[in-house]
């Protein structure tokens, strides 16, 4: 592949917003393992090698098992992932493909079990990864 921009450098602010997402999501109440299952599928949903590397060592850094990250792709069949979880999960693929639209069983499912705050953030969380993912993808940024 021929090299492609470098974000940072020729689009700092651009990447300076970006980072102060990052920042406000850092800030959050979400869980540490909550954040982490959220890149990691919306990653894996979008092909994104470098943010899935990137993530799944991070989760387990954080304790997360190799067990909960291999059956990742596959959470519905698994039952290793909370009703939280699961809600999450729904939603982070929902918002990822978003042209098929956010359906109101999911998001009822995850306002049931959030208070609005902790939803608003876990919805910004998705949109930050799934902005990450598309940058990575779309410069070439490669997995070590």
Same mark, same amino acid.
């Given at each position: 592949?021929?090299?492609?921009?470098?974000?940072?450098?020729?689009?700092? @602010?651009?990447?300076?917003?970006?980072?102060?997402?990052?920042?406000?999501?850092?800030?959050?109440?979400?869980? +540490?393992?909550?954040?982490?299952?959220?890149?990691?599928?919306?990653?894996?949903?979008?092909?994104?090698?470098?943010?899935?590397?990137?993530? +799944?060592? !991070?989760?387990?850094?954080?304790?997360?098992?190799?067990? %909960?990250?291999?059956?990742? =792709? =596959?959470?519905? @069949?698994? !039952?290793?992932? +909370?009703?939280?979880?699961?809600?999450?999960?729904?939603?982070?693929?929902?918002? +990822?493909?978003? =042209?098929?639209?956010?359906?109101?069983?999911?998001?009822?499912?995850?306002?049931?079990?959030?208070?609005?705050?902790?939803?608003?953030? &876990?919805?910004?969380? &998705?949109?930050?990864?799934?902005?990450?993912? %598309?940058?990575?993808?779309?410069?070439? =940024?490669?997995?070590?």
């Amino acid at each position: 592949m021929k090299p492609r921009i470098v974000v940072p450098i020729v689009a700092p @602010e651009a990447y300076e917003a970006l980072m102060n997402l990052e920042k406000y999501n850092a800030k959050t109440s979400v869980t +540490t393992t909550h954040k982490e299952l959220i890149k990691i599928r919306a990653s894996q949903i979008n092909g994104c090698a470098f943010c899935i590397n990137m993530h +799944t060592a !991070d989760a387990r850094k954080y304790g997360e098992t190799e067990k %909960r990250i291999y059956l990742l =792709s =596959s959470w519905r @069949e698994a !039952d290793v992932y +909370t009703e939280e979880e699961k809600a999450i999960l729904a939603l982070t693929e929902q918002i +990822t493909m978003i =042209s098929n639209h956010v359906s109101d069983e999911v998001y009822q499912n995850a306002a049931n079990l959030f208070d609005e705050k902790y939803l608003a953030e &876990i919805i910004v969380i &998705i949109i930050t990864i799934n902005s990450w993912n %598309r940058l990575a993808i779309a410069t070439g =940024s490669r997995a070590a």
